[in-house]
């Protein structure tokens, strides 16, 4: 069984050439979801993929372009086909997510908390989740705003997903030179000061041996331009499917 990526987009808030930055991560006939940003809905009916036919979402942050489209998601999940999506969300960003963000358009009779709108999954720190035969992952809180948490994803023990986040260089290191990280799925911001994001020449102070490793995401829609700048770095494309 091959782990897939398959990119629903791969821009920043701000991207209007791409959509938000949203992965489908399928082993054999299991399918996550990670992160359901604003323009998920759309991105998944351009590739003719029903919602339904996700097995899970899992939420990185609380940002618009990283859950904006859970309430269509639950919605439709709940009126079109009768039941609850499965989400697994890191435990100190449940109620957040529900108070904040879901409450005000969810919230009606009958679904009055977020398990009631879905079948819930915390996830721990330190602690690593099996959500699939061939599929297990574990969160790591990396910094992005102050006061906000945010989670990064290690996959199967190889693979590291940065959510969107500002520049770990130790980590990094840690994770390829003492965790055996093979791939590494980095966002990125092409221009401007990296005060909550990662900034591409911040990127390429790294080494070469981990660069190598490093795909871009979450970029601007400056992307094109550049290309020969990132070096050894190649930039994800939102809707082909990578083998991991």
């Known amino acids: 069984m091959s782990l897939q990526l398959q990119m629903l987009g791969t821009g920043s808030a701000f991207a209007k050439r791409y959509y938000n930055n949203n992965g489908l ?6 399918t996550l979801l990670i992160d359901c940003g604003i ?61 904040n963000t879901l409450k005000g358009g969810l919230g009606q009779d009958g679904i009055e908390k977020l398990e009631d709108a879905f079948t819930v999954h915390l996830l721990r720190e330190g602690e ?3 959500l699939a035969p061939g599929l297990a ?16 994803l290690y996959i199967n023990d190889e693979i590291f997903y940065s959510a969107d986040m500002i520049f770990q260089p130790k980590l990094l290191s840690e994770l390829v030179y003492q965790r055996g990280c093979r791939k590494i799925l980095h966002e990125v911001q092409l221009t401007g000061r990296g005060e909550v994001h990662t900034t ?17 995401m979450h970029y601007g829609d400056e992307m ?6 990132a070096q050894e770095m190649e930039f994800l494309r939102q809707h ?3 083998t991991l």
């Open 39 to 99: 323009t998920a809905p759309q991105a998944l009916h351009h590739l003719n993929k029903p919602m339904e036919d996700i097995d899970a979402v899992l939420i990185t942050h609380i940002h618009g372009d990283h859950v904006g489209g859970l309430e269509e998601l639950a919605f439709r999940m709940k009126y079109v086909h009768g039941r609850k999506p499965v989400l697994y969300v890191p435990e100190p960003l449940a109620q957040p997510l529900w108070e």
């Open 200 to 216: 591409l020449e911040e990127l390429l102070s790294l080494p070469a041996n981990i660069r190598d490793k490093i795909y871009l």
């Open 224 to 229: 094109e331009a550049f290309i020969e700048q």
């Open 128 to 130: 690593t989740a099996a």
């Open 240 to 242: 082909e499917v990578y």
């Open 25 to 30: 991560l399928s082993i054999d006939r299991f």
């Open 137 to 152: 992952l574990e969160i790591m809180r990396t910094p992005h705003i102050p006061g906000k948490n945010s989670y990064s």
